[in-house]
């Protein structure tokens, strides 16, 4: 069952919240992979994993002693846990719950026990949890109990912390973009737009192509991007570090011609790297402030993302 057909919850600040963190689709970092590591060890389960729960997906931050990459949404245990996000879900026996008897991910693995703790923002969206499952029925004790709830305490802090110095990288790029020597504002009375464009799915782009190529293949797509604006009016174009994601000033609020630009720029990129960029953008003529067009933009790509499902 998908989760929007849940009333007491609302899907789509839910997904929002996700797409805030920026974190799906993210390259493996190792304090992930530590956490996952702890999990398994402390409630001694042979798999444990950082789950995002996506539009129709699930989506694996880091795992151990499971193979693959994401699952479809419609099977994720997950994806009941976070209904509740206050509380750890615990299933003694899947195999004896009506949900998940016949669910053929869980039985290709063989598990025949979940327990998950919700990732919850600071706002009180639910985008994920961290999780264990074993091969055997079981339950935790109150100390593992409390153990996996605080490993979840610890990876909310470290996607929100990633989100906050994000977000002062962004609120750089843009007062440099705009101060009055370089002005994109400026130089047409107010009118200008601020670009968010995103690669998507560097994890998986990174595992085919390796991180070398993928690294090249940014830069250039970084160099095409750049050929396609117009300094005279006071363009400008960051990418974000460590990141498929680059952010543009234009001196225009009319930006459709250097959005088509863009995209046609980053073609041959995204054809090596077998993926795409999606973009979002938010324009004013009435000299708005440079968060306000961000976080419209912001909000275009999470758009662009309900679009391209």
Not at 146 to 156: P, V
Request: with cysteine.
């Amino acid at each position: 069952m998908s989760l929007s057909t849940t009333p007491a919850l609302n899907e789509a600040e839910r997904q929002r919240a996700l797409d805030a963190l920026h974190i799906v689709g993210s390259l493996p970092e190792p304090a992930y992979d530590d956490i996952v590591k702890v999990a398994a060890a402390v409630c001694g389960t042979p798999m444990a994993l950082v789950t995002l729960i996506d539009r129709d997906t699930q989506w694996f931050k880091a795992r151990t002693g499971l193979d693959g990459h994401q699952t479809e949404r419609n099977v994720a245990v997950c994806d009941h846990a976070i209904r509740q996000p206050d509380q750890l879900m615990e299933i003694g026996d899947l195999m004896q719950d009506s949900r998940f008897a016949d669910n053929p991910v869980l039985n290709e693995i063989g598990a025949r026990f979940y327990a998950g703790m919700p990732l919850v923002t600071e706002t009180g969206a639910a985008v994920g949890s961290v999780c264990v499952v074993d091969l055997s029925p079981r339950e935790l004790n109150d100390t593992q109990r409390e153990a996996l709830q605080a490993l979840a305490r610890l990876t909310m802090n470290l996607m929100e912390g990633h989100g906050r110095e994000r977000e002062q990288q962004v609120s750089t790029i843009l007062e440099q973009a705009v101060a009055v020597d370089g002005a994109a504002a400026p130089t047409t009375g107010g009118d200008y737009s601020v670009v968010i464009m995103e690669l998507q799915q560097l994890d998986d782009v990174a595992r085919r192509v390796g991180e070398r190529t993928l690294d090249r293949q940014l830069t250039l797509l970084d160099q095409a991007l750049e050929q396609c604006l117009q300094l005279e009016r006071g363009d400008s174009i960051n990418r974000v570090t460590g990141s498929g994601e680059f952010i543009a000033v234009l001196g225009t609020d009319k930006p459709q011609e250097t959005l088509e630009r863009f995209q046609r720029a980053a073609e041959s990129v995204t054809t090596v790297l077998g993926t795409r960029l999606l973009i979002g953008a938010g324009s004013t003529s009435t000299g708005e402030t440079n968060n306000v067009l961000f976080l419209r933009a912001d909000r275009a790509l999470s758009e662009a993302k309900d679009a391209a499902r």
